[in-house]
Each structure stands twice: as structure tokens, then as C-alpha cells.
């Protein structure tokens, strides 16, 4: 007889744990099968120069966990430790920076050296996000309605939809609509005139996604960067003790804990189907498992076009998947270095400067130059960075006087991912580590190993179809109810038993968790509903 589960779990990342750990929490006997040898997906910590140094491989850092997630799964109890994250520094080639602290007064200060405008504007901007925010922030927690629908049920969470837009006026109702469908570009026009500010700020606005700061849609970018809640801070960042492997490693221990399986090394072949209803999962192994329930965190292509069969879908359901976007031009570079870098513009050590992000891109132009490179081809020659050093405040990922660099850099084509010019991509990261000697002297010398990872690998090796970190472009059409399909955002399938709660869900996009707790509660809600029906079906009929 094949191996019996309650439900089953493809992918061992962020939400797949979270979604184990709240199941196993609720009595349910969950397996959950991870195709690398390792938990944690994009969220994972690696050792590739050696057990001395700990790599967050890609993802590397925390913001969008909710804190009454970590509450319920005891994730302190299992070692999950967040050091605040220390806020922007720009460094620049004509030997000047800009910082961005979190007192006022200070910040004021900062900025005022490149615009006595854009310094008064600054808490305007601040102001605004946070508006829009406050608006948009809880729906992200939130399961989407099927909007559309005509059934009872989804248009009574229709409605429910309408109490989020209680506080808006006639003036916010146009802001949110500029938002979503403007440029970070656009958006930034409207506060800001110095180079310095706007292109550090641009960056939020393209982190991680196949478009320019002039493309439509990249100031919701920003605003979604904005939404994270890290100790209480609206927006704050941080490093996990041990690497973002820690969130992971504690997600698994929360999930054992509770009485969940997890396997490492087990890949799944095959969904297994039988009148439209799922039964189970084939390892690669040749292993049967039954399952009533199986939740795919996979990305979209991967968990209904290559591990089901799409004869078993419908047409539209189909369409949308094979139509939805995953590109990115993304390359992570990881280094080990002897010492930490010395600024030119900012020599003395400082852990708000070091600890925090520091950002090489001298203005919004260099960034929109540096995306039509790759858009026509070629890498770029000039790449942006997004830097963090967190070993400076995390002591446990290399030797002491040494330290880890994380550099998030972009952009490279996005037809890397399927065929990558590896002399290309070494040439590249050549580029960035010479940009950022340019703003700190010795930096480059200061190399003793170098990991460079681009979207093929992302690809072949974290099941980031086209190297996507988001499992799909976070672009208006593919957000909320499109995500990521018509008529599932609600992290349900075409399939009954069949489930979705990977980051190209709603609430995913970043290591939020959300997706995986949410998925939870249609699972419990649809077995409770079968119980009815069964009950109701045993009952006597009526005299």
C-alpha cells in the first residue's frame, strides 16, 4: 500500500513550512517534499566558500513576516532573531553620500545638502505612502474575493472588500489609482529634483522586476517594499540571526514541533489526478503518496504545466498560467572579504552605515540607462547594487575581522535564464565590484571569495523560473485577484483538493509567509464543509 497523508506539501521554502507548521498545528498528518537537500527555497543560508562563512544565497533580508505569525509558530522559541537593519547610505563617485537615518532632523540635514526643496518635500512623500499603505497594507494579508463572480459567497467577500475603502476620499481614490498604474519615475517627479534622492529612492521601485524606473507600475513596487512590518516599523528591514536560512530553519523546527514531516532530497514527479480531485503526489523516486490535500508552493509553470498534466485543466486556467510573466535580470553576488569597506566619502566605521543598505545608483537616469541595456541585449555597464554587510551585526557568518557582502544587483537580459553568457555574467560582476572600489578604495583587494549567481542558476537551481524572485512580475495585472490566474486568487485550483500558496500568490512576493498561512485557512474551511455535506448526507430524511 502506498504512504497515506492528510495533505502534502511541494516545496520545503518560507510558505510551504508556514502552511506545515499551522496544518500539523490543527492535528493534520502533513508531509512536506523538498526537491534541493536543503529547507528554505530563495530564503535559504549556503556555505559555498567553506563552513567558516555563511552565504544568504538570494534573498537576504526580512520585512514582510507578520509578527503574529512568529507568535503563533513559537519561531523565537526555535532561535528566529531579527537585527534591525541600519537605514540607506549612497555613496557617490564625486565623494559625496547621502544618508537616510530614521531621526528627522537628521535626515533633513542629509538631504538638504543636494536640495533645500527635496528636504522639506521628503516628509510629504513619507506622508502619502503611508496613506496609500494604510489603505492597500491589509488586503495584502488577506484572501482575495473572486471579483466577478455571481455566486452568494464570493459576492459576499465582495463586499466585505468595500470596509477597506471606508477612509477613502475623493482625493485618495485618484492617489491609489496614480499609484498602481505610475512609474516610481512619475511618482518621485512629483516630491523630488535632485539626482541623489531620486535615484536612491528609485531603487524600491525596482528591485527584483523585469522594468525601469519609467515603466508603469513600478511606483507599486515601492509602495509594496513599504508595507513590511519588522518590530512594529512600518516598512523596517532586518537581518535574521544565521542568515535568512534562520527564518527557514526556524519555520521547520515550529513545523516538526507540531508534527509535520519534512523531506529534503524527495522532488515530486507527478500531481496525481482522478475525476477532477487530486490523490497524491510520485516522488521522483518512483514513490506513491496518497493525499486528499496537496498544497503546491512551486512556481505556476512548474507546478500546472510540468507536474500535472494539462489535459486535466481548463482552457483559461491553462492560458493564464502559459501567459503569466516571470522574467528578471537579476544577479546576486555574494563575497567574503578580509575587512570591511572604507568609503571614501564616509571612512570611519559606522554600523548605522555598514549595518544598514548602502546603494550604489547616482540617479534615476543610471538606472533607466542601465535597464534598456539589458532591455536591448546586452548586460549592463553599468549595474546598480543594492549592498548589506550583516555580518556587522551578526557575528555567527564568518571568521572574526572578516565579513559576508551581499550585493543585489541588476540587470542582465532576461533570456539569461534559459541561455546564460557566463563570460558575460563574470564580466558583469567584474563591473559591479569596480563600482563599488570606485566609492570605496581597496574594496576589491579586500576579496578572498566570490559567488556570482544569475538567472539561469536561479532558475535550474531555486525553481525561480526565469530567475524571478517573486515567482512573477509584480506588475498591476498580476497582482490581487490575477495572481495568478483568474478566478484563483484565492490560492484554491481548478483541481478539488488542489492548492496554491507559492510567492506568485496573493501576499506573496518577498518572504511574507502570508500565502502559506492563508492557504491554511481554505484548507480547514473546505474539509469542514465536506464534514457537512457527509453529515448531511447521513442524516435521516425527513418524516
Known amino acids: 500500500m502506498p504512504a497515506s497523508q492528510d495533505v502534502v506539501i511541494i516545496g520545503g521554502g518560507h510558505n510551504g513550512l508556514v502552511a506545515a507548521a499551522y496544518l500539523a498545528r490543527a492535528g493534520l498528518s502533513t508531509l512536506v517534499c523538498e526537491n534541493r537537500d536543503v529547507v528554505g527555497g530563495a530564503a535559504v543560508s549556503e556555505r559555498p566558500f567553506g563552513p567558516d562563512y555563511t552565504v544568504t544565497s538570494l534573498s537576504y533580508v526580512v520585512s514582510l513576516l507578520p509578527a503574529d505569525l512568529v507568535r503563533d509558530l513559537q519561531l523565537v522559541k526555535h532561535g528566529y ?51 496609500i499603505g494604510a489603505i492597500l497594507g491589509p488586503m495584502l494579508s488577506e484572501i482575495p474575493p473572486r471579483l466577478g463572480s455571481r455566486r452568494p459567497a464570493d459576492l459576499l467577500r465582495q463586499g466585505l472588500l468595500l470596509r477597506h475603502l471606508k477612509n477613502v476620499d475623493t482625493r485618495a481614490a485618484v492617489d491609489i489609482t496614480r499609484l498602481l498604474s505610475s512609474s516610481i519615475a512619475d511618482l518621485l517627479d512629483d516630491y523630488f529634483e535632485s539626482d541623489a534622492l531620486r535615484g536612491l529612492l528609485s531603487v524600491s521601485g525596482v528591485i527584483g522586476t523585469w522594468a525601469g524606473p519609467r515603466s508603469a507600475g513600478s511606483a507599486y513596487v515601492t509602495l509594496h517594499h513599504h508595507l513590511g512590518d519588522s518590530g512594529g516599523q512600518a516598512g523596517a528591514w532586518g537581518f535574521p540571526r544565521g542568515g535568512m536560512g534562520g527564518v527557514t530553519t526556524a519555520l521547520a523546527a515550529a513545523a516538526r514541533s507540531f508534527g509535520a514531516e519534512i523531506r529534503t532530497g524527495a522532488p515530486v514527479a507527478r500531481i496525481n489526478t482522478s475525476g477532477g480531485r487530486v490523490t497524491g503526489v510520485t516522488l521522483t523516486s518512483g514513490e506513491d503518496i496518497g493525499a486528499g490535500t496537496v498544497i503546491t508552493t512551486a512556481h505556476p509553470r512548474i507546478s500546472f504545466l510540468e507536474l500535472l498534466d494539462p489535459a486535466a485543466l481548463p482552457a483559461d486556467f491553462l492560458a493564464d498560467i502559459r501567459g503569466w510573466r516571470s522574467r528578471s535580470g537579476t544577479v546576486k553576488v555574494n563575497l567574503a572579504v578580509d575587512r570591511l569597506p ?57 571568521p572574526v575581522g572578516q565579513h559576508v557582502v551581499s550585493m543585489f544587483t541588476q540587470w542582465v537580459p532576461h533570456s539569461y535564464a534559459d541561455q546564460s553568457d557566463e563570460a558575460a555574467l563574470a564580466a558583469y560582476a567584474d563591473r559591479v565590484i569596480a563600482r563599488m572600489d570606485t566609492v570605496a578604495p581597496g574594496f576589491a583587494s579586500s576579496i578572498l571569495h566570490r559567488q556570482v549567481i544569475g538567472p539561469r542558476q536561479m532558475q535550474e537551481e531555486y525553481g525561480l523560473v526565469g530567475g524571478n524572485i517573486f515567482h512573477g512580475e509584480l506588475t498591476l495585472g498580476q497582482m490581487f485577484h490575477g495572481r495568478p490566474a483568474a478566478g484563483y486568487a484565492d490560492l484554491r485550483t481548478p483541481l478539488r483538493g488542489l492548492y496554491q500558496a507559492g510567492s506568485a500568490t496573493h501576499g506573496g512576493g518577498g518572504v511574507t509567509g502570508i500565502p502559506g498561512r492563508n492557504v491554511v485557512h481554505q484548507v480547514l474551511a473546505d474539509r469542514r464543509a465536506a464534514q457537512w455535506r457527509r453529515a448531511g448526507r447521513k442524516s435521516p430524511p425527513p418524516a
Open 342 to 398: 572604507v568609503f571614501a566619502s564616509h571612512p570611519d566605521f559606522d554600523p548605522q552605515v555598514h549595518g544598514g543598505t548602502i546603494v550604489l545608483a547616482e540617479s534615476l537616469d543610471d538606472l533607466e540607462h542601465a535597464y534598456q541595456e539589458a532591455v536591448a541585449g546586452q548586460p549592463s555597464q553599468v549595474p546598480f547594487a543594492d549592498i548589506c554587510i550583516p555580518s556587522v551585526l551578526d557575528d555567527s557568518l564568518a
Open 81 to 131: 532573531h531579527v537585527y534591525p537593519q541600519g537605514p540607506y547610505f549612497a555613496p557617490r563617485a564625486d565623494g559625496r553620500y547621502l544618508r537616510l537615518p530614521h531621526d528627522p532632523g537628521e535626515r533633513y540635514a542629509e538631504i538638504a545638502k543636494f536640495s533645500d526643496h527635496d528636504a522639506a518635500a521628503y516628509d510629504a512623500y513619507e506622508a502619502h505612502m503611508a496613506g
